[in-house]
Nanobody, 125 residues
Framework: VQLQASGGGYAQARGSLRLSCAASGRTFRGWDMAWFRQAPGKEHEFAAAMRYSGGTTRYADSVKGRFTISRDNAKNMVYLQMNSLKPDDTAVYYC???????????????????WGQGTQVTVSS
């Protein structure tokens, strides 16, 4: 299983970016997917997750109402639409995948077996 994240870059505060994650593997539609991020000098933190069915999503309080996770199982793609960006959103963003886990485990990084290489997002004030 390989995950390839892209779409990072520079944005001004209140701007938008869309991250993409391309996944290999025929069982993609059976995976739960998530985005995590790590800012300089800070802990790795959860941002958003979506169940394999697309019916359940979870968001960190810090991004709720601004970020939207989505997936296209036909294309083996996961997206993170980021709106109303803030300088605090500056981080390396990682996509992650795992076989189906309990909903309570969606926000926990240790639940995820597969990780992409990360894409840098920088938001200026």
């Amino acid at each position: 299983v390989q995950l390839q994240a892209s779409g990072g870059g520079y944005a001004q505060a209140r701007g938008s970016l869309r991250l993409s994650c391309a996944a290999s593997g025929r069982t993609f539609r059976g995976w739960d997917m998530a985005w995590f991020r790590q800012a300089p000098g800070k802990e790795h933190e959860f941002a958003a997750a979506m169940r394999y069915s697309g019916g359940t999503t979870r968001y960190a309080d810090s991004v709720k109402g601004r970020f939207t996770i989505s997936r296209d199982n036909a294309k083996n793609m996961v997206y993170l639409q980021m709106n109303s960006l803030k300088p605090d959103d500056t981080a390396v963003y990682y996509c992650a995948a795992t076989p189906r886990v309990a909903q309570s485990a969606l926000m926990v990084s240790s639940s995820y077996y597969y990780w992409g290489q990360g894409t840098q997002v920088t938001v200026s004030s």
